[in-house]
């Protein structure tokens, strides 16, 4: 055995060590929060505490630099070597294996692990074996760690438990394919980290499936940090007690000096990838830096035409409060295209954008004129061409197409690299922005171009859309800006909204058993291949399920509770249990596993349960033996004591049980009363728990319809009937939400009589082939029906989406439409659909190049809500450089943290 201590200073650290009880080890082996805090001084961050608690097969974490995702992942895999959760005897060897890039990387995260062994005796007296590439213990469990490079020959031939891969956006796919076979015979487990490359690969695949083409079917449970999430977080020492500074101010893990530095002295590419952790890779910019810079140019802007040139004029209206731009080009005698004018003016209506549009083309004398319909539709340029008739060519643009998009970009790509389109280096929020325009392919093979992060100004829905939120299905002119809706990659914040005034045609989008809703005839919709088309090309609007977070558990000890209104209250929390005191003490579980039981539970709870002022309680017919026998036996399983029984007059029984605890935690579970009640997004865990749930509501709310050949339940929640619906489609049952109106009872107060209405939400299951999979899944005890006239399923079903079939009619619509912008992905969920969220693509800017008919596309990027940062590769002259000299740009934070732009200061 390996011993670096010596006897004496061994025996030392031994006394100093707590004592190895079985109720020591036991918590350890549950939990590795308690294993780093007891066996390695480790005190974790908040969101190391969710990386060390996530317990799923396949997990991916993506944060910024120096937040501690090493340190976390290392804790992890000590644990794992120790505990060897997954072993089945203990002659079974566990194996972990390391691997990243290079030598350095893969040694960084094994050398933190041999120093959290050896500098506790406990766990170093496990070591038999410690070298620069393997550590064995005692136990049965070894870990290895390897550099891969180019070939994965080292780690061929091993049965792996669990795999660390580090930097993991830097492993080629060859490399993956040849290691990820070593998990099959054990099931093993797979852990990506690192910071965000090239939106290709596995570490790409496991936050965006499917968006790579690569066809990978792995699921991973994600994690991803940005810097902000630890500029508040202040660092303790091994004996966990919070730093200070010699001024007494906290000690963060990442100082807000430190990353403002870090964010003037790199470009926002850079800034987004190290520190944001986003994907944002430049050799998918759709035009090259090298094209870009050698097409920069220092040249005057010009305001006039010059008398021989031949000048276009590309326009982006404006939409309350996105951008009017305008953008002006020449082509001189030579052949040599340049851009001579741009104007970005903000909240500005028609009536004055229009106007200003003639003006521009008039003075510069534009042969062509192009406006970007998208959005507006053909009256503005109807108006401009009438205006402009004998002078200008106006034509309008709908940047819907993708193919149109292409063909625009490919051509400015062909001029940028044939080096006759010149940019002004003195336009630097233009370089800016084109550089930022990137390229993606799409599962189907197609290009897929998108602007920079940010560009939005197409809105599109009716106020009364609903989009679904974490607090269930909310109208989107409801929306806030930091408000979490569901996308097709998870749960995902808005970044912002808008809101414009619209008198034009639209569509209104009826859905079978669906919310209908009013869009713009232009709204892109996602698509089968995952790519986005207008609702005209479409006989399907593609709805993607919900995202289970695979949570295994819930601690109550995380739950808020509120003092008692009767007598004094204290909660105590344990280990293994948590207790509550009120004349006597009552004592629960701390750790409820969402499985089937628990799922039972909360849907029997849903159908036939309420909050008293002490207690919860379940109100049944007496008749229901068996559906309550079986709650009080899953209750008994899940929460380890009993319900109580009682008996009414009218044939009705009340099973109860008095519990502060229990009352809090089904208030957290399932909030909002009867008209609003919802599902926390705590409970889409996984489909074990989701089937007991059903089962359970529909067994105890639920009918049978259409003499047996379907299965119905009602609730006055329309966010619950939603829900259900999206829990249905996980198991690919199609519920259809059919509400009726309900007049309800009128009462007298204060001389006045009123009557409470209500709508009553009925979510029915109807269909031979739908009937048959519910009673497999939720109903055994019922027959399966073969009548086929129901068998005909008009819904087409895949993994991850069903596609539903919809009616549209175009109607007159006059109000506001709407629109939000999500972080980091460019789609949101509403009722019946998977929707673009318009990230506003570069206008293209046509002109004759030849042959007027038919003309050529010159792509110029029109279309930019300006930056005011300073682009680190934008070209200046050097006397523009020297008078710069003077001042830099520093970052400014928002209240959270994050920077939200810069401003300037003399130096």
Not at 44 to 68: C, E, F, T
Not at 694 to 705: F, L, N, R, T, V
Not at 840 to 869: D, E, G, I, Q, R
Request: with cysteine; glycine share 6%; hydrophobic share 35%.
């Amino acid at each position: 055995m390996m011993n670096l201590l010596s006897p004496k200073k061994k025996k030392k650290k031994l006394e100093e060590n707590i004592e190895l009880t079985a109720e020591l080890i036991a918590r350890v082996k549950r939990d590795p929060v308690a294993f780093a805090r007891i066996f390695c001084k480790f005190y974790p961050h908040w969101y190391q505490v969710k990386i060390l608690r996530d317990m799923s097969k396949n997990i991916a974490i993506r944060m910024g630099r120096q937040m501690g995702k090493t340190a976390a992942t290392a804790i992890k895999a000590l644990w794992y070597a120790f505990t060897r959760p997954e072993a089945s005897t203990p002659q079974e060897q566990v194996t972990i294996v390391i691997i990243a890039p290079s030598q350095r990387q893969s040694k960084i995260m094994y050398n933190q692990i041999r120093s959290y062994i050896h500098a506790n005796p406990i766990l170093e007296a496990s070591v038999i074996k410690s070298t620069q590439q393997t550590i064995k213990l005692d136990n049965n469990s070894v870990i290895y760690n390897f550099p891969v490079g180019d070939s994965a020959e080292k780690v061929r031939g091993f049965s792996i438990n669990l795999l660390i891969v580090d930097e993991a956006a830097f492993i080629k796919q060859r490399i993956f394919t040849a290691i990820l076979p070593s998990l099959a015979g054990t099931n093993g487990s797979l852990i990506l980290i690192g910071t965000p490359a090239s939106r290709t690969g596995l570490f790409y695949q496991a936050f965006y499936p499917g968006k790579d083409g690569s066809g990978v079917k792995l699921r991973f449970s994600t994690h991803w940090y940005p810097y902000s999430d630890a500029l508040d977080v202040q660092r303790v020492d091994k004996n966990g007690v919070p730093l200070f500074d010699k001024d007494g101010n906290p000690i963060t893990q990442l100082s807000r000096d430190w990353i403002e530095y870090q964010y003037t002295s790199m470009s926002k590419g850079e800034f987004a990838q190290e520190f944001e952790a986003k994907f944002v890779d430049e050799s998918l910019g759709y035009f090259t830096r090298e094209d870009l810079i050698a097409n920069v140019e220092d040249y005057s802007m010009e305001h006039v035409h010059d008398g021989e040139s031949v000048y276009a004029m590309g326009v982006d209206f404006a939409k309350y409060h996105d951008s009017y731009v305008a953008l002006v080009i020449k082509r001189d005698i030579n052949g040599i295209t340049r851009v001579v004018y741009t104007l970005e003016a903000r909240n500005r209506n028609y009536s004055e954008t229009v106007p200003l549009t003639i003006k521009i083309a008039k003075r510069f004398r534009c042969r062509y004129v192009f406006c970007d319909s998208t959005g507006v539709g053909e009256p503005n340029a109807e108006i401009i061409e009438k205006e402009l008739k004998g002078i200008s060519i106006v034509k309008s643009v709908n940047m819907s197409s993708l193919q149109k998009q292409i063909d625009m970009y490919s051509n400015l790509q062909r001029m940028f690299g044939e080096g006759v389109l010149k940019i002004p280096a003195s336009n630097r929020e233009l370089i800016s922005q084109l550089s930022l325009v990137m390229r993606t392919i799409t599962p189907s093979g197609r290009v897929k171009i998108e602007a920079a992060e940010g560009q939005h100004d197409d809105f599109c829905f009716d106020g009364s859309t609903k989009v679904q939120t974490t607090n269930g299905y909310i109208d989107i002119s409801k929306i806030k800006k930091g408000d979490i809706v569901l996308t097709s990659s998870g749960h995902k914040k808005v970044i912002n909204t808008s809101e414009r005034e619209i008198n034009e045609l639209v569509y209104r989008v009826k859905v079978k058993g669906r919310p209908t809703f009013t869009c713009t005839k232009n709204h892109p919709f996602k698509t089968v291949d995952g790519d986005f088309d207008i609702i005209d090309n479409l006989q399907y609007l593609r709805k993607d399920f919900i995202k289970l977070n695979e949570r295994r558990f819930i601690d109550l000890a995380e739950i808020q509770y509120d003092e008692g209104k009767h007598g004094s209250s204290k909660i105590i929390v344990n280990e293994d249990t948590i207790s509550y005191m009120n004349g006597r003490l009552t004592t629960l579980p701390r750790y409820i596993q969402l499985d089937y039981d628990f799922g039972f539970i909360i849907g029997a709870y849903l159908a036939e349960g309420s909050i008293g002022a002490h207690d919860i309680q379940f109100t049944l017919n007496k008749t229901d033996d068996p559906l309550i026998e079986i709650i009080k036996e899953k209750f008994k399983n899940v929460f380890g004591c009993e319900l109580s029984y009682i008996e009414h007059d009218n044939n009705s029984c009340n099973l109860y049980k008095s519990s502060l605890i229990l009352r809090k935690l089904f208030k957290t579970l399932i909030p909002g009363i009867s008209s609003s009640k919802r599902i926390h997004p705590l409970l889409f865990s996984n489909k074990d728990f989701l089937r007991g749930l059903i089962e359970a509501y529909y067994k105890g709310d639920g009918c049978i319809i259409n003499n047996g050949r379907g299965f119905s339940v009602s609730t006055n929640s329309l966010n619950l009937a939603y829900q259900i619906t999206d829990i249905l489609n996980l198991f690919g049952i199609y519920g259809n939400i059919h509400t009726s109106h309900r007049k309800g009872k009128s009462m007298n107060l204060h001389e006045h009589k009123y009557t409470h209405n209500h709508n009553l939400h009925q979510i029915r299951i109807s269909g031979s082939w739908y009937v048959n999979k519910f009673i497999d899944l939720f109903w055994n005890e019922y027959e399966h029906i073969s009548d086929n006239k129901f068998h005909y399923c008009k819904e087409k079903w895949y993994d991850d989406f069903v596609l539903i079939p919809f009616k549209k009619n175009e109607i007159e619509y006059i109000g506001s439409v709407y629109n939000l912008y999500i972080d980091d992905v460019n789609e949101f969920s509403i009722g019946s659909a998977t929707v673009h969220n318009c990230d506003a693509l570069a206008l293209a800017c046509m002109m004759t190049v030849n042959n007027p008919n038919p003309p050529k596309t010159l792509a110029t990027s029109v279309k930019s809500v300006f930056s005011k940062k300073t682009h680190r590769h934008t070209a200046t002259t050097p006397q523009r450089r020297r008078q710069q000299t003077p001042y830099r740009q520093v970052a400014v934070f928002d209240e959270r943290g994050r920077i939200i732009g810069t401003r300037t200061e003399q130096r």
